[in-house]
């Protein structure tokens, strides 16, 4: 896909997670870069894994290159899932009365809670379980 239709797939993607949350809008929609799996690996993991996307606030969104976005709805799905980080950035979403931890699993299970939403508006089966809290937050959580 070329960086004009990311742009504006992007763009349609913030839309719908506006129609399906309680966010707004955000003033901005961040660059959408497509890597090979062999990028994303050296970029994001120590070593192979399985990261298909990802978000940096710093630098936008990164996507596998094997995603087909102009004709699956699970791969759209996904880059909407990174968009989702990206809203919740701009809006300042659970920002800093928790600890990074708590921040991280929060955004990450209304991430795939909003993937999930888009998904079964298209009519499509498949849905993303939704993650728990590591470990390591489960003491801190439990006491709010």
Known sequence: MDVPSLSSLAAELVSAISLLSH?????????????????????????????????????????????????DPVDRSILLHELVHHVQAQAGRFDPDHSECQRASRDEREAYEIQNRYLASLNVARRFPLPRFAPACRETSARE
Do not use: H, K, W
């Open 23 to 71: 966010y707004p809008t955000p003033p901005s929609i961040p660059p959408v870069v497509v890597l090979t799996q062999v990028e994303m690996q050296a970029r994001f993991c120590n070593g192979p894994c399985r990261v298909r996307a990802a978000y940096d606030p710093e630098y936008g969104v990164f996507l596998d290159d094997r995603l087909d976005l102009a004709r």
